[in-house]
């Protein structure tokens, strides 16, 4: 029988939203068109579209249905389903890496969450009116260098992302994820409209989407599986806790195409309105981490009321970071109050507490340990948190529960829980999650770390 947790959408369609909700967020606004700027654009673009398609949708799939066929929290769901189907209660261990990974990766997206919310009285207050990349790029330098003002906004997003965990997915995530995710896609939209008319959009478009395939090698696919995990909300246990909560009627291949649909056109979108800008500005494609707080800005000094646009498309972005937060902060919750008891309030407060300190990682990253680099190289601290979690934690995490869901789980099992009994589409998703999902991953990061 498929044990329930208390449900926690109180629709299909709501359910639908917030899993789009986590999938969209600063992974496809901030972090894809950088990636794919310091990774050479289209040949990046192109890889990292087959990697949502063969590796991230099957395991999306794979990680919905244990979720749901568990019932518990991410790890509760992983122990017991390991000591029914996979001979041993150890599989736990795969959702406890997942939730640790959860809490890091939380630590420093609060930190970038705050550059968003910094910036929506930034723009509203016409700072960037008139300003070129020379200038926006010394506001954002600015904001960098200045460690107390980030731990502010980093500690005022993280109070938002618990307060909304604490109380009221229900109301608030289900809220802001069925009408501002919408408009976060109509902005991105439009900006991609006014690039158009006042970017160099023919350029910025070839750059994204005309693939030189000699620029692919093993680090390029591995940053782009990575990213493929990191934007799918895959391989860490988020899709786990929502699939406990998830209705049994509700298809999972459909629901997960749906999402990664979602995901991949906002990624894109959003890289067809930065590109255009930093060509007909002069800007670095490979600026990093700074990207489209650089860019954007510049957009917004030109247009008409671009103060007003900027602020909103900022807060908009704030709004789709919150409701990924928020599916940081829950598996971690989930396993708290599944594991050990106690009020899912402490739980979130005391998460959040843990999250927000080692967010001061990621903020002194910027500033006074800019230089720091701890493995030798070029990695800062913050390089290397967000490389162990996306590129080796997420993938690693996504292939064990590829491997449990297509070896482990027996074939009954997983085919009731794809609701379309055995036709080609199972099959072809079994094999993807049995033999091409774990091999990619298991190759890439053996390139790598050889
Ligand atoms: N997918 C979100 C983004 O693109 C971030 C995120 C939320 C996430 N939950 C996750 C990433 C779980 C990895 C795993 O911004």
Redesign the pocket.
Known sequence: MVQQSAPLWSSRFAFVMAAVG???????VW?FPYMAGTGGGAAFVAVYVGCVLLVGVPILVAELMLGRRGGKDPVGTMAGLGARFGGTPAWGLVGGAGVLT?LL?LSF?SVIAGWALAYVPKALGGVFAGADGTATQAAFAGLLGSPGTLLAWHTAFMAATVFVVAGGVRGGVERASTWLMPALFAMLLALVGYGMVAGDFARGATYLLKPDFSKIDGGLVLAAAGQA????????G?MLAYGSYLPADVSIPRTSVVIALC?TACAILAGLAVFPIVFAYGLDPSEGPGLVFVTLPVAFGQMPAGALFGAVFFALLVV??LT??V??LEPVVAWGTGRHGGSRKAWAAGVGAVAWGLGLLTIFSFNIWADVRPMGGDRTVFDWIDHLTSSVM?PLGGALLAVFAGWALPKEVSAAEFGTGDTALFRAWRFLVRVVAPAAVLGVLLDRLT
């Open positions: 986590s999938a969209v967020g600063l992974g496809n972090k959860a990766v997206y995990f990191f934007s799918l909300s895959v391989g860490l988020t995901d789709a970071a990924s937060a599916s940081l997420l």
